[in-house]
């Protein structure tokens, strides 16, 4: 019955039992955190007790060796010290390499350089360079107009909008020799215009109201946004003209890199190698950042930078033009050049701290247009400005946690038991799959866990088929949702169906994953990587990587679009699987849940990795290796199919991966 259908009383039954359901649940979490206050005060008074002895004061001395040891260790490596240091090493000499790859080495040859200059595309595409200044470094300015006028694709103007002091007088000197010098350039070519264009503001209006009067100087058909101390590669807006005319762009970014203020762009810093458009990354943390061009019909009816979200206001535009955009194209090439220098957001963001709330100003402004409400956005431990974003869970569905089981009593129980114990989320219903279970035991705790009316075990005949089994569960599963879940993982986040449903529930999402580790607490899964490892297919990107590391550019601590994730733990509409016809029972162990998530992300759904539910996984306990034997042949001849499948998209390569990391790692290393 529908609750608009009810009658007053039945209504008023309704309300009260949802009323009581609550109070029952807000009573369960007051006192699960009166007992951890109580065990908090507990360990705190044995570790007062601890330091105020005797024996902890005498050996601070080598405890402090030991923690220089573990940290010496853990820089190291992932498998310990001699394959740690070569890991080291090698990692060095490939960061070193890259240095020099995508530095002024990457430039054009004077024969490429000429060849980009004369190539004629089958659009008619201005670039309006947007570059606003304010008491710019004569060094910083001059390098950065060079690397503009030294464009191979010519058909740009650089629109300059000068907010400097009287103190900085020469800034308005060296734009106007720039624009004799390239006026100079351009008179053999009548047909072209002047391309540098000026103006002297009667005040500085900050970094907003400086590049919206760039914007007034305008009359490109697409507009980038330059910073005035950074640099451009030479081929840049030629790449982005490639990419416009072959794909219909109409939102451009490029990869980029840090270097030093004072040196050149070969004393790179960070290199940032991004994926392809990724809202979920967006939201959490601004990784387009440079170098941004896009079509002007994006800004109709809309400003470019707002005011109120200067420190932030390129985080606020792109959200804005790339929810507008049909078109978001990223160019996997490094071509912007960043610099890094005493009192710049790319030295450090507390230089400009009021860029933090501006920063989630934008995110907040982004999510209440897209209709989203009563949302929460804190800092992440990576960095200020990478974002935890909570979404409110629409009403209270029910989740069905499907867990296959053969046998394996000890690992059931704890799986079981960590959910019934810890989660924080009480609407969710518990499908045991049996299969084939020879001990005696493990129906005795059948009927034991079957006495919670939340827990049902219903059995499967037949040989085991991982696809085939999971299934069965999802077709007698009465939730809305259903979760996929290993019997081998036990619960260690108490909010974790709720972190998992907060992104399920989203009509944009398929599949959505959880941070699964080892018992040594390193990483088993944080999202899988399309072509990732030795057989060709898919991958675990940061495995074995400690708990405690942030990822590459942070990539831990925030949730993110990925290709796929693991069916260990994967929660998903109940509709949706069904509608994709569930899990593809040709693939009878391997493999089926990254082909589940192919066919939800080619229906139009991106799937979700969050490092916000979390668990651990011990893996491979309920079947064995992959590895060896059998289990070896069975997994190769998945893998056949699977890139048999998938081979179009496997050549494509993962959107979420860039392809200047190496498919035979899976630490984000470089490929040289």
């Given at each position: 019955m529908e609750r608009g259908d009810m009658t007053e009383a039945e209504a008023l039954r309704y309300y009260k039992e949802s009323y009581k359901r609550e109070r029952r649940r807000g009573r369960t979490l007051r006192c699960k955190l009166a007992e951890a206050e109580k065990?908090?005060?507990?360990?705190?008074?044995?570790?007062?007790?601890?330091?105020?002895?005797?024996?902890?004061?005498?050996?601070?001395?080598?405890?402090?060796?030991?923690?220089?040891?573990?940290?010496?260790?853990e820089r190291l490596g992932y498998y310990g010290s001699l394959k740690g240091i070569a890991r080291k090493i090698n990692a060095k000499m490939i960061e070193r390499q890259a240095r020099v790859q995508h530095g002024t080495a990457s430039f054009p040859e004077i024969e490429e350089a000429a060849r980009q200059r004369l190539h004629k595309f089958d659009r008619e595409v201005k670039f309006s360079i947007l570059m606003p200044l304010y008491n710019t470094p004569e060094k910083f300015l001059r390098q950065a107009i060079e690397s503009v006028i030294d464009q191979t694709y010519e058909n740009w103007e650089l629109c300059l909008a000068d907010g400097s002091d009287e103190e900085h007088a020469y800034v308005e000197q060296v734009c106007r020799?720039?624009?004799?010098?390239?006026?100079?350039?351009?008179?053999?070519?009548?047909?072209?215009?002047?391309?540098?264009?000026?103006?002297?503001?009667?005040?500085?209006?900050?970094?907003?109201?400086?590049?919206?009067?760039?914007?007034?100087?305008?009359?490109?058909?697409?507009?980038?946004?330059?910073?005035?101390?950074?640099?451009?590669?030479?081929?840049?807006?030629?790449?982005?003209?490639?990419?416009?005319?072959?794909?219909?762009?109409?939102?451009?970014?490029?990869?980029?890199?840090?270097?030093?203020?004072?040196?050149?762009?070969?004393?790179?810093?960070?290199?940032?190698?991004?994926?392809?458009?990724?809202?979920?990354?967006?939201?959490?943390?601004?990784?387009?950042?440079?170098?941004?061009?896009?079509?002007?019909?994006?800004?109709?009816?809309?400003?470019?930078?707002?005011?109120?979200?200067?420190?932030?206001?390129?985080?606020?535009?792109?959200?804005?033009?790339?929810?507008?955009?049909?078109?978001?194209?990223?160019?996997?090439?490094?071509?912007?050049?960043?610099?890094?220098?005493?009192?710049?957001?790319?030295?450090?963001?507390?230089?400009?701290?009021?860029?933090?709330?501006?920063?989630?100003?934008?995110?907040?402004?982004?999510?209440?247009?897209?209709?989203?409400?009563?949302?929460?956005?804190?800092?992440?431990?990576?960095?200020?400005?990478?974002?935890?974003?909570?979404?409110?869970?629409?009403?209270?569905?029910?989740?069905?946690?499907?867990?296959?089981?053969?046998?394996?009593?000890?690992?059931l129980t704890r799986c079981i038991s960590s959910i019934v114990e810890r989660s924080t989320y009480d609407n969710y219903e518990i499908i045991v799959i049996e299969n084939n279970s020879c001990r005696d035991e493990v129906f005795a705790y059948y009927k034991e866990i079957q006495k919670n009316p939340a827990i049902r075990v219903i059995t499967y005949e037949g040989e085991f088929n991982y696809s085939r089994v999971n299934n069965l569960g999802v077709a007698q599963a009465g939730?809305?949702?259903?979760?996929?879940?290993?019997?081998?993982?036990?619960?260690?986040?108490?909010?974790?169906?709720?972190?998992?449903?907060?992104?399920?529930?989203?009509?944009?999402?398929?599949?959505?994953?959880?941070?699964?580790?080892?018992?040594?607490?390193?990483?088993?899964?944080?999202?899988?990587?399309?072509?990732?490892?030795?057989?060709?297919?898919?991958?675990?990107?940061?495995?074995?990587?400690?708990?405690?590391?942030?990822?590459?550019?942070?990539?831990?601590?925030?949730?993110?679009?990925?290709?796929?994730?693991?069916?260990?733990?994967?929660?998903?509409?109940?509709?949706?699987?069904?509608?994709?016809?569930?899990?593809?029972?040709?693939?009878?162990?391997?493999?089926?849940?990254?082909?589940?998530?192919?066919?939800?992300?080619?229906?139009?759904?991106v799937n979700v990795f969050t490092p916000f539910a979390e668990l651990y996984h011990y893996e491979s306990a309920s079947r064995g290796s992959d590895l060896a034997g059998k289990n070896a042949e069975r997994y190769e001849k998945e893998s056949a199919l699977f890139r048999e499948k998938w081979k179009e998209l496997l050549e494509q390569g993962d959107p979420y991966y860039n392809p200047n990391f190496s498919l035979e790692r899976s630490d984000f290393a470089l490929k040289i």
């Open positions: 065990n908090k005060e507990m360990i705190q008074r044995r570790l007062d007790k601890i330091k105020g002895s005797f024996l902890w004061r005498a050996s601070k001395p080598l405890r402090t060796l030991f923690h220089k040891v573990a940290r010496m260790k020799e720039y624009m004799d010098k390239d006026k100079q350039y351009l008179r053999p070519r009548s047909s072209l215009y002047c391309r540098i264009l000026y103006k002297k503001l009667e005040k500085n209006e900050g970094i907003s109201g400086n590049t919206n009067a760039c914007l007034s100087l305008a009359s490109g058909n697409y507009i980038a946004l330059f910073d005035h101390d950074d640099v451009l590669h030479p081929s840049v807006l030629y790449e982005y003209m490639k990419v416009i005319c072959e794909k219909g762009a109409d939102y451009i970014y490029c990869d980029e890199a840090t270097f030093k203020g004072s040196g050149t762009i070969d004393d790179m810093i960070t290199l940032h190698f991004k994926p392809d458009y990724a809202p979920d990354n967006l939201r959490a943390n601004n990784y387009i950042c440079h170098f941004s061009a896009f079509a002007r019909k994006l800004l109709d009816g809309t400003q470019l930078f707002r005011s109120e979200f200067d420190g932030s206001q390129d985080h606020d535009m792109i959200l804005r033009l790339t929810s507008r955009a049909k078109c978001v194209v990223h160019v996997p090439k490094l071509l912007y050049y960043w610099r890094s220098h005493e009192g710049s957001v790319a030295s450090d963001i507390n230089a400009k701290s009021y860029a933090i709330e501006a920063a989630k100003g934008a995110v907040a402004a982004h999510l209440t247009a897209q209709g989203f409400k009563n949302f929460e956005i804190t800092s992440t431990k990576a960095f200020e400005t990478i974002f935890q974003i909570k979404y409110e869970i629409l009403g209270n569905p029910k989740v069905s946690i499907v867990i296959p089981n053969r046998d394996h009593l000890e690992d939730g809305e949702y259903v979760l996929l879940l290993n019997n081998d993982t036990a619960v260690i986040t108490p909010d974790w169906i709720e972190e998992l449903l907060m992104y399920a529930q989203r009509g944009d999402v398929g599949a959505v994953g959880a941070k699964l580790y080892y018992e040594d607490r390193t990483i088993q899964h944080a999202g899988v990587v399309l072509g990732l490892g030795a057989h060709g297919t898919a991958g675990h990107s940061h495995y074995l990587v400690d708990s405690r590391n942030l990822g590459y550019m942070g990539r831990l601590c925030y949730a993110q679009n990925v290709m796929a994730v693991t069916g260990a733990c994967l929660m998903m509409q109940k509709a949706l699987y069904e509608e994709l016809g569930g899990l593809d029972e040709t693939f009878a162990v391997a493999l089926n849940d990254v082909d589940l998530c192919i066919r939800a992300w080619k229906a139009g759904r």
